[in-house]
């Protein structure tokens, strides 16, 4: 049986009412994949880094480096 027959009658048996069970585990595996694959490009800061950072946007708060609401939604709409 060629492979695209297989996928087709997989996904007919999958659809019949009586596979709701199958339909909802395939469904967590398919969401747990997505999930894994998500969290796998992340890359979390240290907490030397993380205070790093809030220690450079507080020097930059003060120095008035900052861009208002209205700049920053004037930027959103060319991005």
Do not use: H
Not at 13 to 27: D, G
């Amino acid at each position: 049986m060629e492979l695209s027959k297989k996928n087709t009658d997989i996904i007919e048996w999958l659809f019949l009412p009586r596979n709701k069970k199958v339909l909802e585990y395939v469904q967590s595996k398919k969401n747990a994949e997505v999930i894994d694959e998500y969290e796998s490009k992340l890359n979390p800061l240290s907490i030397d880094e993380l205070q790093s950072r809030a220690l450079q946007a507080e020097a930059d708060i003060k120095k008035g480096n900052v861009t208002s609401d209205d700049d920053l939604e004037s930027e959103i709409t060319s991005w």
